[in-house]
């Protein structure tokens, strides 16, 4: 079946440094991939989309890339702080819809 | 402001009984969907929409149904079928299926 896999184990860093989540498609190409942020009891916020043509896309602090051949997505928080501290989901495009995974958990020491 | 609303936040309902979600946007998106979240799983799609009195089946349906009679609204209707109805509930919206999701804030249905 069509898989969307991110890193279960939650990603501790201190404030400042660059935050790098993965995450990897099996089973088929999605023609884009999203990027989601969720803070507890919240619904995700939408933050970056990248289509498969492109390598790489930027907003702000934020970068995605998208790796076809590895079939993969990473997705960068530079100078993180600690409000950056939430569960980042990624999603990639199948026929009119997403498929999620199961996210992974960003904590920011101050 | 353009956005969408889930209503009630949170809903306690007896087992055996059906109970509606409501979902309301006014960003003028055709496509709607329902998820539903469960603790370490991602989110499931249960039902999309794409356009008005059209919706689909998505990968967990059974024991939940839907309807779109308007663009604006897209209520789920969760059933006495649904064997296990404990969970959080989000719409979303989008313009097309390949433009980010809007989501509302969830409904966390607790069937006691």
């Known amino acids: 079946s069509q898989k969307i896999e991110q890193n279960s184990e939650a990603l501790n860093i201190q404030e400042g440094k660059t935050a790098t989540l993965t995450c990897n498609y099996t089973n088929y190409s999605p023609a884009y991939l999203q990027w989601y942020r969720q803070d507890p009891g919240r619904g995700p916020v939408f933050l970056l989309l990248i289509r498969e043509n492109e390598k790489e896309k930027r907003k702000e602090r934020l970068k995605v890339t998208f790796d076809t051949t590895l079939k993969q997505s990473l997705f960068h928080i530079t100078a993180s702080q600690p409000a950056d501290s939430a569960t980042y989901l990624c999603?990639?495009?199948?026929?009119?819809?997403?498929?999620f995974g199961t996210g992974t958990l960003l904590a920011v020491q101050p | 402001d353009g956005g969408i609303t889930q209503s009630p936040k949170y809903l306690f309902r007896k087992e055996g009984q059906n109970v509606t979600l409501s979902c309301e946007q006014n960003?003028?998106?055709?496509?709607m969907y329902w998820y539903r979240q469960d603790p370490g799983q991602g989110l499931r799609l249960i039902y999309y929409s794409q356009i008005v009195n059209d919706f689909q089946k998505g990968d967990i349906a059974e024991g939940y149904s839907v309807s779109r009679e308007k663009k604006e609204s897209f209520p789920l209707t969760v059933t006495s079928a649904q064997k296990n109805p404990t969970a959080f509930y989000l719409c979303a919206s989008s313009m097309t299926a390949n433009y980010g999701y809007t989501f509302g804030s969830g409904t966390r249905l607790t069937v006691v």
């Open positions: 999603a990639g495009g199948a026929t009119n819809k997403l498929i």
């Open positions: 960003l003028n998106h055709d496509a």
